[in-house]
């Protein structure tokens, strides 16, 4: 069983709001990561979690705040978004820590921000 | 720094063509390779994959060989269904995961 399963699987909030996407995975893997994908775009990678233990933040704005409470879930905060954050959000996994691994992604959240 | 360079899109073929999706990668070590198609709304889904020079990856109909002499992994099938419509990410992972820009097709009956 290779899945990761995220939820919701459409979000639209305001500008004001804060809500959370929601990511899990029963493979036992050790890292897990959030991407932004544009359309047309590949993935952009924003987090790496490695053994529950933020890894990798790459210049993410502070409106997005990862949460990784045990090592099959992840989740991600949002709070003040822009338009501009409108994007499909992208979960994956791989099987240990280290970013060289098969990455396994779950179906994305697509979020709107009006 | 390491990259992949994949053809540009979009790509339209007739039902039972062969397909080639060039890629090519630039990398320090010995990375390892795949291919990622992403159906119309939906994530990303592993296709294939290789993890040493001369390795063959295979799945669904599709091919793609690690060629380190000309440091390409270029997407072969031999003859496209309409279902095989999406968009096709080539990857490599060394220090960090790097995609391709993404290659559309359609497949049109």
């Known amino acids: 069983d290779t899945e990761v399963t995220q939820t919701p699987k459409h979000l639209v909030m305001g500008m004001t709001n804060k809500k959370s996407l929601k990511c899990e995975q029963h493979m036992g893997h050790r890292a897990m990561y959030w991407y932004k994908q544009k359309a047309k775009k590949p993935p952009e990678l924003m987090f790496v979690?490695?053994?529950?233990?933020?890894?990798i933040n790459e210049s993410v704005p502070s409106r997005f705040s990862p949460e990784c409470p045990n090592s099959s879930l992840l989740n991600l905060h949002l709070h003040a978004l822009q338009p501009e954050d409108s994007a499909l959000y992208l979960c994956?996994?791989?099987?240990?820590?280290?970013?060289?691994?098969?990455?396994?992604f779950g179906p994305g959240t697509r979020l709107l921000v009006l | 720094g390491d990259s992949v360079t994949q053809m540009e899109g979009p790509v339209t073929l007739s039902e039972e063509a062969f397909l080639t999706i060039n890629c090519t990668y630039t990398?320090?070590?010995?990375?390892?390779l795949f291919w990622y198609v992403q159906y119309p709304g939906e994530g990303l889904q592993l296709l294939l994959k290789a993890t040493k020079a001369d390795d063959k990856g295979s799945n669904k109909g599709f091919e793609a060989t690690y060629r380190k002499e000309t440091t390409s992994f270029h997407l072969e099938k031999g003859s496209v269904q309409v279902s095989d419509s999406a968009v096709y990410f080539c990857a490599l992972t060394s220090n960090q995961f790097y995609f391709g820009t993404g290659t559309s097709l359609t497949v049109i009956p």
């Open positions: 990398a320090t070590g010995y990375p390892s």
């Open positions: 979690y490695s053994y529950e233990k933020l890894s």
């Open positions: 994956a996994s791989s099987r240990i820590g280290t970013i060289q691994e098969t990455q396994y």
